[in-house]
């Protein structure tokens, strides 16, 4: 097993031709790895996409060979996955206006070059979920947004329409099923790539509480802050504190770490059905 790759939040290792995918504890806001792990917090993300891979299997393809064929000391926070030729854009599906998406309509009346109605407030439900793509690289190390028109021009229009139409579809029939269990998906950012057969296949993660923002549907009230049962809750917090947002990120007090942890935990209860037992396992 050789290690490839750390991510903020992810290692990725090459174990006999596959992609190992481990899930760790590391909580990273404004791209920056805090220095305060959160427990259970990788094996709730990589359980999670992995049932949400499963469930919308239909939808698109997916990176998962296995969720058990994982050397044991991963066991429960890893997947092993067939290597993908990652696209460099971001795929992010938008049902509500909030985060940067809120900036980026305040200084222009759009989104990623999408016409929104006016006089919409923080957390406003958009009238349909729109598809607003980001940079994966850009110059300055963070995302940034991309038309749908750069998107046709880096990546070409049948590729371009497909991540979109994928996007949507992935987003709604998650939103579908987190409604039905009091959870709002108010968007969520996926990535995909080309496997070795050429297949446009979903990678990474999906729908989870890193990669969404999931808020209580009974405590929705359009015009403030939402409860967050996502990272959201960590960067609020972080913002708080006066840190610049530069390397190294502030140390997250135990209270803080235990918040994160309950609202992780709870929204994949939600979502999922199961109850999940602390070290990293479900009943």
């Given at each position: 097993?050789?290690?490839?790759?750390?991510?903020?939040?992810?290692?990725?290792?090459?174990?006999?031709?596959d992609i190992l995918l481990v899930a760790s504890d590391r909580v990273s806001v404004y791209d920056v790895s805090l220095p305060t792990p959160i427990p259970d917090k990788g094996a709730l993300l990589n359980?999670?996409?992995a049932w949400w891979?499963?469930?919308?299997?239909?939808?698109?393809?997916?990176?998962?060979?296995?969720?058990?064929?994982?050397?044991?000391?991963?066991?429960?926070?890893?997947m092993r996955c067939k290597p993908l030729k990652?696209?460099?854009?971001?795929?992010?599906?938008?049902?509500?206006?909030?985060?940067?998406?809120?900036?980026?309509?305040?200084?222009?009346?759009?989104?990623?070059?999408?016409?929104?109605?006016?006089?919409?407030?923080?957390?406003?439900?958009l009238p349909e979920p729109i598809f607003t793509p980001t940079t994966k690289i850009s110059d300055t190390g963070h995302d940034e947004f991309m038309t749908f028109a750069e998107v046709v021009n880096d990546i070409g229009k049948e590729t371009a329409d497909r991540l979109r139409d994928l996007t949507l579809e992935v987003y709604t029939?998650?939103?579908?099923?987190?409604?039905?269990?009091?959870?709002?998906?108010?968007?969520?950012?996926i990535e995909f790539g080309f496997d070795a057969d050429g297949v446009l296949t979903l990678g990474d993660e999906v729908l989870t509480s890193d990669s969404s923002r999931f808020w209580p549907a009974d405590e929705y009230e359009p015009g403030r802050t939402q409860h967050a049962f996502d990272k959201q809750f960590v960067r609020d917090w972080s913002a708080s504190t006066g840190w610049d947002k530069t390397p190294p990120g502030p140390a997250i007090p135990d209270e803080i770490v235990e918040a994160t942890r309950k609202r992780y935990t709870e929204v994949?209860?939600?979502?999922?059905?199961?109850?999940?037992?602390?070290?990293?396992?479900h009943a």
């Open positions: 097993m050789k290690h490839i790759h750390a991510g903020k939040v992810r290692d990725l290792y090459e174990i006999d031709g359980q999670l996409s891979f499963e469930k919308l299997a239909d939808v698109v393809p997916n990176h998962v060979l296995s969720t058990t064929d994982v050397p044991a000391e991963f066991a429960g926070r890893a990652m696209i460099q854009v971001e795929c992010i599906a938008r049902g509500y206006l909030t985060g940067l998406g809120m900036r980026e309509y305040q200084r222009d009346g759009k989104v990623s070059g999408v016409e929104l109605p006016a006089g919409l407030v923080e957390a406003d439900k029939k998650g939103a579908e099923h987190a409604a039905k269990n009091g959870i709002i998906i108010a968007d969520t950012k994949y209860e939600r979502i999922t059905g199961k109850t999940w037992v602390p070290g990293g396992g």
